[in-house]
């Protein structure tokens, strides 16, 4: 596949049309795509896995009607931004984060994370407490409380037999983008609860998987998550979230999520010395905010909104 035939992959598949704008960031020496619309406090959303900026559309529309500047970015390696050879712990995936806040002129961000994105949005809360004015994460413990059920809960650790089965060289990457990113597809479904995603909707996820590089690029940040247990560099990183989150935290879960069980995430509060408020949806899974949008919405944008959240 040529460049020119790489961009035009990108453009048909990454650069949806909708009530948003998209362009190119620089942050934390490499290039981050983001859609963003609407003015008023900076709102900057983080996808997880599989999926790409585009998982939040529905909430992009919604927070700008409300009121905020909402921006979705797609992580490094990912849909539209740089695919670069390493930088994918999650130490370094926050900094491109907190780089995003800044470039975009603003001085702090409510900061809003789903699956691998809420990881890092705790990680950026930690590392860089002034650049995020409130948390928001969803379906992801925090760092410290999800490292405890992988290593000594037996049901998380069959529930997260994704994260495992990526530690195998080359493989995961072409199960990923096989027969046009079917494996995506199945995850979808499989994760979701009885609200099921649409057709269309996974075949998005399954072209975006499948745009060169980014199935790799998917995976690593998965590989650092079990290779650095017992390195010296994951052993500094869970002793550095030890620190505790300063800022009022929402933490959003599906209560039927078979990939992160609530147990594993309803801990989390001990790690936030602020205003922590913890909501379960019933009957959703491990997508809440695209498995009931208007419910998820609501509930950010009412929180977002409270100017004295409680505990």
Not at 71 to 98: E, H, Q
Not at 108 to 130: F, S
Request: with cysteine; glycine share 8%.
């Amino acid at each position: 596949m040529t460049h020119a035939d790489h961009s035009g992959m990108r453009s048909s598949v990454i650069l949806r049309d909708g009530p948003w704008t998209h362009r190119d960031v620089a942050a934390n020496g490499a290039r981050f795509h983001i859609a963003e619309t609407g003015e008023g406090p900076l709102v900057l959303l983080v996808h997880g896995f599989p999926q790409f900026w585009w998982t939040w559309r529905h909430q992009l529309t919604a927070l700008a009607e409300a009121g905020f500047r909402a921006v979705a970015m797609d992580l490094r390696g990912i849909g539209g931004s740089d695919r670069t050879p390493r930088g994918y712990d999650p130490a370094n995936l926050a900094l491109d984060v907190t780089g995003v806040i800044r470039s975009l002129g603003e001085p702090d961000a409510a900061l809003v994370g789903h699956d691998l994105g809420g990881y890092l949005a705790w990680t950026a809360a930690v590392m860089r407490p002034k650049l995020v004015r409130r948390l928001v994460v969803s379906s992801m413990p925090h760092p410290r409380s999800w490292r405890a059920a992988l290593l000594r809960d037996p049901r998380q650790t069959a529930a997260s037999r994704y994260v495992w089965g990526f530690q195998r060289p080359w493989l995961p990457e072409r199960q990923l983008v096989a027969d046009e990113g079917a494996l995506v597809g199945r995850l979808m479904r499989e994760w979701s609860g009885p609200r099921q995603p649409e057709p269309a909707d996974v075949r998005v996820y399954r072209q975006a998987m499948c745009v060169p590089s980014t199935a790799n690029c998917a995976v690593e940040p998965y590989r650092w998550l079990v290779r650095s247990i017992v390195r010296p560099d994951g052993v500094q990183f869970n002793r550095r979230m030890k620190r505790p989150v300063l800022v009022p935290t929402l933490h959003l879960h599906g209560s039927l999520d078979p990939v992160v069980r609530t147990r594993s995430s309803a801990g989390s509060g001990e790690y936030v010395e602020a205003p922590y408020r913890w909501r379960l949806f019933d009957g959703l899974g491990h997508f809440p905010h695209e498995e009931d949008p208007d419910a998820f919405s609501g509930e950010l944008i009412d929180w977002l909104r409270d100017p004295e959240p409680d505990r």
